[in-house]
């Protein structure tokens, strides 16, 4: 019977300049030493009457202290590799293939590496949100198909790939998604954390329904807040709108994006994504693949909101090089809130900045002005394109151009009578029948 190996021996072998085959006594183990001085343990055994080969893995260099738990694949000490060997056989006694066992593992393994939480995502953006990525690593997304593919796809690469984007999301525990989270509301607070969270349930429960294994880590009573708390009610007051609408006149696209939002009630994307050709003189089409409710909606735009527009400069209105809109909000919006408060602070060296405000608080601010100026409810609705609910939704298809037009001047009025006051010392004109002249 061949001599059974030791650790030291192993260690003191010297390799040749053929590879070698070493036996560990007669019980099928071997250790292989490569001409290069590698050291590795397979096990030999007969399969259907055929020598097989089942490689267990390398010879860890290491002392018995420091050497990890034994597994196939791994780094092994001398007792390791005996021990997976013995398991082996065990197993091949029952019929049990360790190599097509070994085969199937890898298998799996690539396979669970292949279905990073990434690739998952980005599979989803494609299929359910019209993602293309072209040669040159450009990404554009069909409206048609979700109207908020791309800040879904900006929200995961800022905010979710860096912390779990390579991970299997199989392997995805809970624990590691409450981690994401409380990061999310250390910087942002509640709110953001919960807008990430319904994008990764999404997600999730996508791939579920594709993948025969696959179970959520997610749970009911993640959320940060309750819906309640999520919607927001901020209007800009009237001393708020002038300073940003003063502010405005000297930031470029952006400040004429800020102003047209708020004369023309429309969302930031409606406004950012318009092209010329949606324009027919002052009457704006936004089209039903750019629209939330995927209907076509008209807008008579007031003399004020179209003065706002800048020079006509490739196909988008509001774009910074002609060729693509507007994009980076937060950037402009920075340095815009930035010369808000400075602006302040010319009038109240103390001035605090303008608080917690959003561009989309601009298109609330327009409908309250809307009341405001004695626009008609269902007027106003239409204005922002908000579909009327009950029967009078379903059969009422008038366009209400001349009422939304005049609405949209009314507003106008509304927003240049706050922004451009008349000086206090001017009675405003009676126009009762006990005036006489």
Same mark, same amino acid.
């Given at each position: 019977?061949?001599?059974?190996?030791?650790?030291?021996?192993?260690?003191?072998?010297?390799?040749?300049?053929?590879?070698?085959?070493?036996?560990?006594?007669?019980?099928?183990?071997?250790?292989?030493?490569?001409?290069?001085?590698?050291?590795?343990?397979?096990?030999?055994?007969?399969?259907?009457?055929?020598?097989?080969?089942?490689?267990?893995?390398?010879?860890?260099?290491?002392?018995?202290?420091?050497?990890?738990?034994?597994?196939?694949?791994?780094?092994?000490?001398?007792?390791?590799?005996?021990?997976?060997?013995?398991?082996?056989?065990?197993?091949?006694?029952?019929?049990?293939?360790?190599?097509?066992?070994?085969?199937?593992?890898?298998?799996?393994?690539?396979?669970?590496?292949?279905?990073?939480?990434?690739?998952?995502?980005?599979?989803?953006?494609?299929?359910?949100?019209?993602?293309?990525?072209?040669?040159?690593?450009?990404?554009?997304?069909?409206?048609?198909?979700?109207?908020?593919?791309?800040?879904?796809?900006?929200?995961?690469?800022?905010?979710?790939?860096?912390?779990?984007?390579?991970?299997?999301?199989?392997?995805?525990?809970?624990?590691?998604?409450?981690?994401?989270?409380?990061?999310?509301?250390?910087?942002?607070?509640?709110?953001?954390?919960?807008?990430?969270?319904?994008?990764?349930?999404?997600?999730?429960?996508?791939?579920?329904?594709?993948?025969?294994?696959?179970?959520?880590?997610?749970?009911?009573?993640?959320?940060?807040?309750?819906?309640?708390?999520?919607?927001?009610?901020?209007?800009?007051?009237?001393?708020?709108?002038?300073?940003?609408?003063?502010?405005?006149?000297?930031?470029?696209?952006?400040?004429?994006?800020?102003?047209?939002?708020?004369?023309?009630?429309?969302?930031?994307?409606?406004?950012?994504?318009? @092209?010329? &050709? !949606? /324009?027919?003189?002052? $009457?704006? #089409?936004?089209?039903?693949?750019? *629209?939330?409710?995927?209907? %076509? +909606?008209?807008?008579?735009?007031?003399?004020?909101?179209?003065?706002?527009?800048?020079?006509?400069?490739?196909?988008?209105?509001?774009?910074?090089?002609?060729?693509?809109?507007?994009?980076?909000?937060?950037?402009?919006?920075?340095?815009?809130?930035?010369? @808000?408060? &400075? !602006? /302040?602070?010319?009038? $109240?060296? #103390?001035?605090?900045?303008?608080? *917690?405000?959003?561009?989309? %608080? +601009?298109?609330?601010?327009?409908?309250?002005?809307?009341?405001?100026?004695?626009?008609?409810?269902?007027?106003?609705?239409?204005?922002?394109?908000?579909?009327?609910?009950?029967?009078?939704?379903?059969?009422?298809?008038?366009?209400?151009?001349?009422?939304?037009?005049? &609405?949209?001047?009314?507003?106008?009025?509304?927003?240049?009578?706050?922004?451009?006051?008349?000086?206090?010392?001017? +009675?405003?004109?009676?126009?009762?029948?006990?005036?006489?002249?």
């Amino acid at each position: 019977m061949a001599k059974k190996l030791t650790d030291i021996a192993i260690r003191n072998m010297k390799p040749g300049p053929a590879r070698q085959e070493i036996p560990d006594g007669g019980n099928g183990l071997y250790l292989v030493l490569q001409p290069s001085g590698a050291r590795s343990f397979a096990l030999r055994f007969r399969r259907d009457g055929r020598p097989t080969k089942f490689t267990l893995g390398t010879w860890f260099v290491g002392s018995a202290q420091e050497a990890p738990e034994p597994k196939i694949g791994g780094a092994l000490m001398l007792a390791g590799a005996r021990k997976l060997a013995a398991e082996a056989m065990i197993q091949i006694g029952k019929g049990t293939d360790p190599v097509a066992s070994k085969r199937q593992a890898k298998e799996e393994r690539r396979a669970a590496k292949a279905n990073t939480f990434q690739a998952v995502a980005e599979e989803y953006l494609k299929r359910v949100c019209g993602m293309r990525i072209d040669a040159k690593g450009n990404v554009t997304f069909d409206h048609s198909k979700k109207r908020t593919g791309r800040e879904r796809h900006l929200m995961l690469k800022r905010l979710v790939y860096p912390m779990i984007g390579d991970r299997p999301i199989a392997e995805i525990r809970r624990r590691e998604i409450v981690h994401l989270l409380d990061g999310i509301e250390d910087r942002s607070g509640p709110v953001a954390p919960d807008r990430v969270l319904a994008l990764l349930s999404v997600i999730m429960t996508w791939h579920a329904k594709r993948d025969d294994s696959f179970a959520t880590p997610l749970v009911k009573g993640m959320a940060r807040t309750k819906p309640g708390e999520r919607s927001r009610d901020r209007k800009l007051a009237d001393h708020e709108i002038r300073v940003v609408w003063k502010v405005a006149e000297n930031q470029g696209t952006f400040g004429r994006l800020v102003r047209f939002i708020l004369l023309s009630t429309a969302r930031r994307t409606e406004a950012a994504g318009m @092209v010329w &050709a !949606e /324009l027919d003189g002052s $009457d704006w #089409t936004l089209p039903a693949s750019r *629209n939330k409710t995927k209907t %076509d +909606l008209l807008r008579p735009l007031s003399a004020a909101a179209i003065a706002e527009l800048p020079e006509k400069m490739g196909g988008h209105v509001f774009s910074n090089d002609g060729k693509t809109k507007i994009s980076a909000y937060s950037k402009f919006k920075k340095r815009f809130d930035e010369a @808000v408060l &400075a !602006e /302040l602070r010319q009038q $109240d060296p #103390t001035a605090a900045p303008l608080k *917690n405000w959003v561009l989309h %608080d +601009l298109r609330r601010t327009a409908r309250s002005l809307l009341s405001r100026a004695g626009v008609n409810a269902d007027h106003a609705e239409r204005c922002l394109g908000h579909v009327i609910g009950g029967v009078r939704g379903v059969y009422d298809r008038h366009e209400f151009y001349d009422e939304k037009k005049k &609405a949209f001047e009314m507003l106008s009025a509304q927003i240049i009578a706050i922004v451009e006051p008349p000086p206090t010392n001017v +009675l405003p004109f009676s126009t009762t029948a006990n005036n006489k002249g």
